[in-house]
Structure formats: C-alpha cells, structure tokens
Nanobody, 124 residues
C-alpha cells in the first residue's frame, strides 16, 4: 500500500503564493505518476497537474498553466506544488494523488492513491 501526506495549505490573499508538499511512504517503488487534484465546495474533482516518475513529463490544467509548477524528487518520494499569482477561484481542498500505471493522465479517477487533502483558501 502507498500512503500520501500533504502539507502546506493555508489562507493567502489574491496574488500571493503557496507551496504544497506531498510525501509518499509504503510501497513507493510501485508509484509512477504523482500529481494534484482539487475540489471546491459543490464541485467535482478537478485535475491540476501531474509529474512522471522518470524523465520530466508534466501535465497542467489550462486554468493553472503559467502560475503553478510541479516538481518531484524520487529519492525523497516527494512532490511539490508551487502556486503563484493565486486567485480566489483556486480556493479548494488540494489532494495529492498517485498511480501505479504508467502515464501522466488528467482524469482523477485514473489515480488510485490519495492523500487526506489540504485546504487552500484565496481571499479577494
């Protein structure tokens, strides 16, 4: 089994920045792509970004391109999400997600491991 633990959420004003972290433990050798999915109140889960295990393949939702950056350190089994120029519409619970199959995919249901989530609130 794989456990994912997020940290780094909080309250920030519009235009500000936050950095989220996600540490994986357990059977980390089975983890391939890792990424972030968010869910705002009353809305469905939304793919944010993901990073491949090997190489530097990444994928971003159009809504965050140019503002968010995902990075990964396999030795530390950790991914980070640097969020800049935050907007009120970025307010959501951010979940770290991982999958054992190959490929950086943008469908939340394709990820089988999930963290508990961390709240990000952006005030206007």
């Amino acid at each position: 089994q794989v456990q994912l633990v997020e940290s780094g959420g909080g309250l920030v004003q519009a235009g500000g920045s936050l950095r989220l972290s996600c540490a994986a433990s357990g059977r980390t050798f089975s983890v391939n792509a890792m990424g972030w999915v968010r869910q705002a109140p009353g809305q469905e889960r939304e793919f944010v970004c993901a990073h491949s295990r090997y190489g530097a393949t990444t994928s971003y939702a159009d809504s965050v391109k140019g503002r968010f950056t995902i990075s990964r350190d396999n030795d530390k089994n950790t991914v980070w999400l640097q969020m800049n120029n935050l907007k009120p519409e970025d307010t959501a619970v951010y979940y770290c997600a991982a999958r054992s199959l190959w490929g950086v995919v943008t469908t939340p249901n394709e990820y089988e491991y999930w963290g508990q989530g961390t709240q990000v609130t952006v005030s206007s």
